[in-house]
């Protein structure tokens, strides 16, 4: 099965229902939140959002509430090896 990472993204003033509903849909489990110039400022999970209603956030709370704005990330190019090295610690 093939993804489109361009189907995931979401801008940070959408609410968590946007963003529940675009995880449900892709199947993915993740969501991206980006800016205008498509760049990432976070990631949101079902668990993100999860913790979020635990904090009493309504589902029209701005996914920015509940994004983790510091994702772990990997260059381009970065080898398989090395994606699996930083992913175990």
Not at 58 to 80: F, I, K, Q, W, Y
Request: aromatic share 4%; with cysteine; charged share 30%.
């Amino acid at each position: 099965m093939s993804y489109d990472w361009k189907n995931i993204l979401l801008k940070p003033d959408q609410c968590i229902k946007d963003a529940l509903q675009l995880i449900d849909k892709e199947s993915l489990r993740i969501a991206f939140v980006v800016d205008d110039r498509l760049r990432l400022l976070g990631v949101v999970t079902d668990g993100d959002i999860r913790r979020g209603l635990l904090r009493n956030l309504s589902m029209d709370s701005s996914v920015s509430e509940v994004m983790n704005p510091n994702p772990l990330t990997a260059d381009h190019g970065t080898s398989r090896s090395e994606l699996v090295k930083l992913m175990e610690r």
